[in-house]
Nanobody
Framework: QVKMVESGGGSVQTGGSLQLACRISGMTYASVCVTWFRQRFGEERERVAS???????LYADPVKGRFTVSADNPKVAVYLQMSNLMPEDSGTYYC??????????????????????????WGQGTQVSVAS
């Protein structure tokens, strides 16, 4: 059974930094993709950043140059370093993972973060609040 637990959320001022962690257990697939999503109240879940076991990383345009996704082993732990945070970065941040399927890999090859529907396994989320 795959379990995912996010941590590191909190409240910061505009321009501040946070590092989120996603700890994963029970993943047995050889190749995986881990993606960070975020969701603001009343809005749809938004893609933020992805990392695959191949080392490929992708970022949504609003976070490029400010967020960095990393992992020593994407099947164990993935991190999201967030810098120069802005109020619009506030929300609940979720990590999700699943096997790196042909379809998911095609998204990555096209420079697209896979959609939420591509992932079976999700964490419970961690809250980020950025005050102006």
């Amino acid at each position: 059974q795959v379990k995912m637990v996010e941590s590191g959320g909190g409240s910061v001022q505009t321009g501040g930094s946070l590092q989120l962690a996603c700890r994963i257990s029970g993943m047995t697939y050889a190749s995986v993709c881990v993606t960070w999503f975020r969701q603001r109240f009343g809005e749809e879940r938004e893609r933020v950043a992805s990392i695959g076991t191949t080392g490929t990383t992708l970022y949504a345009d609003p976070v490029k140059g400010r967020f960095t996704v990393s992992a020593d082993n994407p099947k164990v732990a993935v991190y999201l370093q967030m810098s120069n945070l802005m109020p619009e970065d506030s929300g609940t941040y979720y990590c999700a993972t699943d096997r790196l399927t042909i379809g998911m890999n095609r998204h990555l090859e096209l420079g697209q973060i896979p959609p939420a529907t591509a992932f079976e396994f999700w964490g419970q989320g961690t809250q980020v609040s950025v005050a102006s």
